[in-house]
């Protein structure tokens, strides 16, 4: 039996195809199959030969870039290596790590987000055009430092992940300031991270025709971070039309942003939503939120300059269009958890046919559309009014939900006689809601807001809670601002995350010339 167990342990051995994984080093642009990758000799390994090979090379391995000068795809104007691919890359099979930045020369950025991304990028990927994918991946997947370009999907993930896609440019130029489209930059699958919070791991994801991402194969867990999406690499202008930043089918535990330092994103100069997410049913009530869009940039770039979305169509900057829970949170309650949604060509956030959708501590200004925008069938149509009694937010049956979280009523606001147009720091507010207790679901959060220019929220000021036994009684609140409390308007929050639209500004003097000069010409609570 001994020798019977170490001649199968030695058969074993020799059968067992346990190949350590490979660093394959690719040293020529040249399309055909070249997959020796070994050893020192000269042109023997090029893209499309590396990947073959390493299909064919159990474990995970790694393909490196080492073109000379002399390599036919130099590019001496950009001193970067052109790979022009013929057709489709082959499908990648077998897990697998591609890093343009093991070429000599490439480095990541280091600057803050707001500063733009400015990697040194030295190998391009450019592709056949619409015929074919680039990276295409049944196994998990690792890219980063390359121009992908020129593609239908410059990467396609279609497994369990896991995936990552950083310092990356997607649908430019290497300067990353030049639209070379793709028609989608990324379909995402599975568990994946795009960008992260290091300023080394931020892609640019611009200019493609269709979408920058959007998903195909299942998700997972996904983190979408530090990226620039839709602008140029220096954020000085948006390279080309790209329709969606993003547009999913399913965002099952997906993070876009974060609240810590440099994991917000910039989503600006889409031409129709910066984030769309759309599904027939989705799913049930449950603890944790399966759409998250935290810290983020919406609509704008650094120093607040406009660079709206939706200028191309009047789409609204973020769109849920689902059925069902929403089970999504736009912005946040603890620090760093609120989003810039501003500048856009239509709403701000538009929520339609699903509810629980909590849109908490954001910033939203001069938006063409309502800031929060709660529709009926999809039908986007600006400021909805009240109700009496909210009867179309039934609480106990939210099935029966006519519209974007459930259409609750927003709160009604009373300032005292005289209060307008001197102001003050601070001030005792009357207000209702009217909202029956088997209507919305209580305790219902009353947050009260210095009215953004145009609509919406400049600053969360205070909030106050409403608990059923108090439903429908008039209310009232000190408001110390600690500076003029103008303009202001508010917004309810019921239990189950359903927020309303704003209500009325109090105390807004828009002057829509610009041409006032003074500031002491303004009235208190003025936008100018």
């Known amino acids: 039996m001994t020798l019977l167990r170490t001649l199968t342990a030695a058969l074993a051995i020799i059968a067992c195809p346990c190949t350590r994984a490979a660093t394959l080093v690719v040293d020529t642009s040249i399309d055909a199959p070249l997959g020796a990758c070994v050893g020192a000799v000269a042109n023997d390994c090029s893209l499309r030969g590396a990947i073959a090979t390493a299909n064919a090379t159990p474990g995970a391995d790694s393909i490196v870039f080492d073109l000379p000068l002399a390599d036919p795809g130099y590019q001496a104007d950009t001193q970067h290596w052109r790979i022009e691919a013929a057709s489709g890359l082959p499908g990648i099979t077998d897990a697998l790590a591609i890093d343009g930045f093991t070429q000599p020369g490439a480095a990541p950025n280091s600057n803050p987000l707001d500063a733009g991304i400015a990697h040194t990028l030295k190998i391009e990927l450019r592709g056949p055009g619409t015929a074919a994918d680039g990276l295409t991946a049944y196994a998990a997947l690792s890219v980063r430092g390359l121009v992908l370009n020129q593609w239908r999907r410059a990467i396609f993930q279609f497994n369990p992940g896991p995936n990552v896609v950083e310092g990356n ?205 709660l529709a009926g069938s999809n039908a986007f149509d600006g400021a909805t009014p009240n109700d009496a009694d909210d009867a179309d937010a039934n609480g106990s049956d939210p099935n029966v939900a006519a519209g974007g979280n459930r259409f609750q009523n927003f709160p009604i606001l009373t300032l005292p006689a005289g209060f307008l147009p001197s102001g003050g720091n601070s001030v005792t507010l009357d207000y209702t809601l009217d909202s029956l207790p088997g209507n919305s679901s209580y305790p219902i959060t009353v947050q009260f807001h210095r009215a953004g220019c145009g609509g919406g929220s400049a600053e969360l000021l205070a909030q106050d809670e409403i608990d059923e036994i108090n439903a429908q009684q008039p209310l009232q609140f000190t408001l110390d601002a600690g500076a003029n409390v103008l303009p202001l308007t508010l917004t309810a929050t019921d239990a189950l995350g359903n927020t309303s639209e704003f209500g009325p500004v109090f105390g807004e003097t828009l002057f829509a010339d610009g041409l006032e000069q003074d500031p002491a010409s303004f009235s208190a609570g003025s936008c100018h």
């Open 169 to 373: 440019y997607i649908g430019t130029d290497v300067s990353g300031r030049i639209a070379m489209p793709n028609g989608t930059g990324i379909t995402i699958g599975g568990d994946v991270r795009v960008g992260g919070s290091d300023p080394a791991q931020g892609n640019v994801i611009a200019a493609n025709r269709d979408y920058g991402l959007s998903n195909q194969y299942a998700l997972l867990s996904v983190r979408i971070q530090g990226n620039i999406i839709g602008a140029a690499a220096d954020l000085s202008a948006v390279p080309g039309r790209q329709d969606f930043g993003m547009y999913l089918l399913d965002a099952r535990d997906t993070l876009i942003g974060g609240a810590a330092a440099g994991e917000g994103n910039v989503l600006s100069g889409n031409g129709f939503s910066a984030i769309a997410v759309s599904a027939s049913n989705f799913q049930s009530a449950g603890a944790l939120p399966y759409l998250r869009v935290h810290g983020n940039r919406i609509g704008s770039i650094r120093d607040d300059r406009a660079l709206g979305n939706g200028h191309a169509s009047g789409y609204p900057a973020i769109l849920l269009s689902l059925g069902g829970y929403c089970r999504a949170w736009i912005g946040g309650s603890a620090p760093g958890e609120g989003n810039a949604i501003v500048h856009n060509a239509n709403a701000g956030v538009a929520i339609g046919s699903c509810w629980g959708a909590p849109i908490l501590g954001n910033i939203f200004h001069g938006n063409g559309g309502a800031a929060i925008d």
